[in-house]
């Protein structure tokens, strides 16, 4: 997949401030004040009994999903989804005298801006998305909820959240509260990315295939933000917890832009995966030297790519059929969404899976796609979930197989660099260099993290 370099320095410094705030255990974004009032205690050595601190339950790949009206939701922001789904933790949340404050001043702030005339875009933007203060405020608020609700919290936490994987880049947090401190802080920031790209359409990391589909400034795409904000002022009633008018703002404004790939295809082990997921559960994987080939996507944008193929990616999955008939892996995997054009229709991975089985007659239970990654980086990630989610087993190398300069990219340190600064983590072990197109590579758990801040693949 092509490396698109033009970086939005807002963005960039979102990124940075997430890592910033990740960073382990560090103390929350309240201010010195609330600190020193005791918001923290739980955390240090007060004398006091620690109800809060635990063991978080590890991934579990027989984990199924909750799912709500909205599949985006569901990838992008799924602690919302958990909370919706447990009456307990919802009560607590909804009861919170700090979130309820702030919940109806949001819902204050719909009404006006629903209420009032030409408005921009930028305008829509800034009313109903998250405030600093407001950001503060919903973190302290949550884990001080959390805090004095620690026991069923605790069993929220270790029923869904650790099983599910979803949030293991904070795996090694030893209290509940700010575990699920954490979960809230990165939704608020993902819930404003999404409104400062798909309403205000400022540039997402890679503008040129994740950008805005109008032109903000036209009366055409004021009048779909009106509209949609009408309909959320005359819903308003019904919202109960403190993130839903932010929310469903920016799931409305995804929906307006046609901006639904993170919710296509799922649950794929029931869809385009199905075949290659029924067959893999019966592989002996020792009689193979490696677990999956996988084919890295090129999107269709040279001259003498098909609509829906590029040459690039036929050859690379001329090669990879190559090591596949020699019998090196039992399943071959291509990488690769829905790129070029912007709002293409076809998928990278689900093509070459297709050009591989009318061309070379592949059996379909022998492929396995990501229909949705976007870059190289996502590509590797992805994959990997599969691995993990699916029973591959994670111990057992497997091919990065894809061109000779690509190769060289993944196997270089700014490879790596770009990894840690996108996504907050490596997603593979690398080890030898098999020819100039193939790497082993062993998968890395944190590649089950869902990241919010990158909305059409999370």
């Known amino acids: 997949m092509k490396t698109i370099k033009k970086m939005n320095m807002n963005v960039i410094k979102m990124k940075l401030f997430v890592l910033t705030s990740l960073i382990f255990l560090g103390g929350c974004c309240a201010p010195p004040e609330a600190r020193e009032a005791g918001s923290f205690q739980n955390e240090g050595n007060s004398g006091n009994i620690d109800n809060t601190t635990f063991t978080i339950a590890g991934f579990d790949r027989n984990y199924v999903f909750f799912e709500s009206n909205s599949k985006v939701k569901d990838r992008n922001f799924y602690w919302t989804t958990l909370v919706e789904n447990n009456a307990i933790v919802k009560a607590i949340l909804e009861n919170d005298e700090d979130l309820s404050a702030i919940l109806e001043s949001a819902k204050q702030r719909l009404s006006d801006i629903a209420n009032q005339d030409n ?35 605790i069993s929220f936490t270790n029923d869904n959240i650790g099983p599910s994987g979803a949030f293991i880049r ?15 802080e990165e939704m608020l920031l993902g819930i404003n990315q999404i409104i400062d790209t798909y309403a205000a359409g400022m540039d997402p990391l890679y503008p040129i295939i994740d950008s805005v589909s109008f032109d903000v400034n036209s009366e055409e795409y004021k009048q779909l933000l009106k509209n949609l904000v009408s309909d959320l002022n005359s819903n308003s009633s019904q919202y109960t917890l403190f993130y839903e008018p932010f929310l469903n703002f920016s799931l409305g404004v995804l929906e307006l832009n046609d901006r639904d790939e993170a919710g296509r295809y799922f649950p794929m082990q029931n869809s385009v995966n199905k075949e290659a997921y029924d067959y893999l559960q019966g592989i002996n994987w020792n009689d193979f030297d490696y677990s999956v080939i996988v084919v890295l996507g090129d999107s269709p944008n040279s001259p003498g790519d098909l609509p829906n193929i590029s040459l690039g990616g036929m050859a690379r999955a001329d090669h990879g ?36 089985m009318d061309k070379y007659g592949i059996p379909e239970n022998r492929i396995l796609v990501d229909p949705h990654s976007r870059h190289t980086t996502t590509n590797i990630r992805n994959i ?51 020819s100039d197109f193939d790497i082993e590579f062993t998968p890395n758990i944190e590649v089950l993290h869902l990241d919010s801040s990158d909305p059409l693949d999370p």
Not at 340 to 350: G, R
Not at 410 to 428: D, I
């Open 321 to 356: 059929v190559i090591l596949f008939n020699q019998g090196k892996a039992p399943l071959i995997a291509f990488c690769g969404g829905h790129l070029y054009p912007v709002h293409t229709m076809y998928s990278e991975a689900i093509e070459m899976k297709k050009y591989v």
């Open 170 to 184: 904070f795996s090694e947090v030893t209290h509940v509260d700010r575990y699920n401190q954490l979960i809230v």
């Open 384 to 434: 990997g979930r599969e691995f993990f989610r699916y029973g591959i087993p994670v111990d057992k190398k497997a091919i990065i197989s894809t061109s000779n300069t690509q190769s060289a990219y993944v196997a270089s340190n700014g490879f790596l660099t770009r990894s840690q600064r996108e996504m907050n983590h490596v997603p593979m072990q690398l080890y030898e260099r098999l």
């Open 119 to 153: 408005t921009t875009a930028d305008q829509y933007a800034k009313a109903l998305k998250f405030t600093d203060s407001e950001f503060i405020a919903i973190s302290t608020a949550v884990k001080n909820s959390v805090k004095d609700n620690a026991t069923p919290f």
